[in-house]
Structure formats: structure tokens, C-alpha cells
């Protein structure tokens, strides 16, 4: 997660910033769903974070009675999935409630997998199908491959009331981001499609708009009479860890600064929404993403790195390139640095630097305001 949100003054003397959570008014959906398909289950998202993050829902209590149900192109058996479905929810249930227990020893019984082509014509529909409506169908997949379930789908194939739901990257430009939303909408209204960035619902990337808004005595000096840097920093100390059929043809730069880090400096630097709800916060956060761009000469406001052969931790790291399933040609960067700025009067002049970057040997993952 990100870690932190500091500020400091050009000395670089850190003050820690106090943090509120605030959480943004949402209209709950008219009908709870009954059925989570998850697709991409047997990758690392759903491993990772997905999954857990479901765990601590449900160890609350919430959702009684939700089917779980993966499905992957591996071919998994049923121990292997009960294998991740165990692993997943371990943390959670050291805390959860009598209730939120009973729910997750259900979900380690219950939970099935499935091995599923989701680009050939009537198999993602067959699933959807079997389930008990309604159901949201998670695409933790690539882009392509969700664009291609999705052109395989047919409105009357989808029970009334299911939501699709999309990780990032969505696209893998803009004309394809554009062409997925059209394929979307063609199936289900709009207020049925969720695009989500996992990233956004972290703890410290929510408390940013607390620290924010929820402190009268920061906006006078939030701007660039007074801010000389804002930089964003996720400096993983893990290497590619199996993940180079997703990596290699995405690298740094579009895996975290396109989509998480552009995201967060948006928060960071946004005007006050009238509302803390899904509305306001997303026109908030579109006109600073408007507002940005990269200057030239690109050699100097950007960079682009690749690890090689080495050791974090005691641990032997091997040269990227030499990774299982990396295909050197494609020269992928595993770390990007861009300086964002912004044409706007609060903010002309003050340089946003975002980075991230893989086998850095020491994590460093937050958000750093100078004075």
C-alpha cells in the first residue's frame, strides 16, 4: 500500500501530516448481488489483494451468503483453489466477528473454481448463467482478453441487475480504452459498470482527502506560493515474482504511474469538491488529469530503467531479462520516473514527480510535499 503522506520543508525536515479517514457518499445498489465470478483467478491480483480484500469484507459480517466462484484459463484443481481461498482469508479470520467466521469457513467450503476460455463464444455466458442472480462478474484479466469475454457477450446472455466490474489498465490506449467502454455499455447500463483501481481504496491513498479537506490550515498554503515539489514514490523491494505475462508487455509505466500514481497526485492536487461523493470526486479528479502533461526535452522530465543480476535482502535476484517468460526484445522497463505539471493557477510551476520501480532494494511507497 502506499505507505505514507508526509510533508516537509525544503530542508527536508519531515512534519507528519495527521490523517482522517473520510469516506464519500455512494447510493447502494437496488439489489445486493448473490454471485461473485471472479476471472483471472488463478493470477497473482486475486491471490494478492482481491481476494484478502473480499476476506476482510466478509469477516465484518457483510454479504452473508455470497457465492464465490473463480475462474482461470490454468487448469486448477480443487485443492489448488481451496489451497488460495485458505491462504486469502487466514488474516481475516484472526479478526473477524462470530458472523463474518461463519462466513468465511462457508466461503472455504463453498468456493469453487473453474477453468474457463472466456474469449470462446457461450462459456463465460455458461457460467454467468449457472449462477444465482444477481452476479458481478470481476475481470482481473488483461485488457485485451477482457475486451474480448466482453465482444463475446450478448445483453440476453446477462440476468437483470449484473455488474461488470474491470480492473485496470483499461485499455491499452486510448482508442481501445474507448472501444472496451462502448463494448460495456452495450451490455448493461452505466450505473452497472464499476472501473476499478484497487490502489484508490487503500487505507492512506483515502485518509489524502482527509488530510485535505479536513484541514482549514493547509488550504491557504496549498498551492504554489508555497509548495516547491510534490513527489509520489512506490519503490517495490520485490522482482517480477511469475507475474512476465502481464509485466513484460506492461513494464512500470503503465502498470502504476498510468493508472495508480496519476491517480493519487490527481487527489493531492484537486480543488475541494462540493460533495464527497462518486460524482463531484470524479470530475474533481478528471480536471487535474486534464491539466496534466509531461514537458520536453522528455530525456530530462523522464526515465526508464530495467534491473539486473543482484541480491535484496540476502535473496538472488536474477537480470530481469533472464526472468521465466520475459521476452528481452520488448525492452520493458521495470522502473519509470515522469515530472507531471499542471497548467493551472494553483499549481503552474511545481513539479509532480511520480516513480515506481521493481527490485529497488528498499520499498518506499509514499507521498512526500516539500515546503
Known sequence: ??????????????????????????????????????????????????????????????????????????????????????????????????????????????????????????????????????????????????QDACEVLSPDELPEGTRLVLEKPFGTSEASARQLNDTLRALVPEQQIHRVDHFLGKGTVLNILGLRFANNFLEPVWNRDHIEKIEVFFDEDLALEGRAGYYDH?????????????????????????????????DAISSVLRAAHVEGPFAETTRRARY?????GGRAVPDYTAEPGVDPSRSTETLAEVTVTLASWRWAGVPFILRSGKALGARRKEAVITF
Not at 75 to 98: C, F, I, M, N, Y
Open 1 to 146: 500500500m502506499l505507505g505514507s503522506v508526509t510533508t516537509q520543508t525544503a530542508d527536508k525536515q519531515p512534519v507528519h501530516s495527521p490523517t482522517t479517514s473520510v469516506q464519500g457518499a455512494s447510493a447502494e445498489p437496488p439489489q445486493p448481488v448473490k454471485s461473485l465470478l471472479i476471472l483471472g483467478a488463478s493470477g497473482d491480483l486475486t491471490g494478492r489483494l482481491l481476494f484478502p480484500g473480499l476476506a476482510r469484507l466478509l469477516a465484518t459480517g457483510r454479504h452473508a451468503g455470497l457465492t464465490v466462484v473463480g475462474g482461470g484459463h490454468d487448469d486448477w484443481s480443487a485443492g489448488q483453489w481451496s489451497k488460495r481461498v485458505h491462504d486469502a482469508t487466514e488474516e481475516a479470520l484472526a479478526s473477524a466477528t462470530p458472523e463474518g467466521r461463519d462466513e468465511l469457513e462457508r466461503i472455504r467450503r463453498e468456493s469453487s473454481y473453474q477453468q474457463l476460455d472466456v474469449t470462446a463464444p457461450g462459456v463465460l455466458a455458461g457460467a454467468i448463467s449457472r449462477l444465482t442472480p444477481p452476479v458481478a462478474v470481476y475481470f482481473a484479466l488483461p485488457p485485451q482478453v477482457a
Open 250 to 282: 506492461a513494464g512500470a509505466l503503465r502498470d502504476m504511474i498510468q493508472s495508480h500514481l496519476l491517480h493519487v497526485m490527481a487527489i493531492l492536487a484537486m480543488d475541494a469538491p462540493a460533495r464527497l461523493d462518486e460524482r463531484d470526486l470524479r
Open 308 to 312: 539486473t543480476a543482484g541480491s535484496i
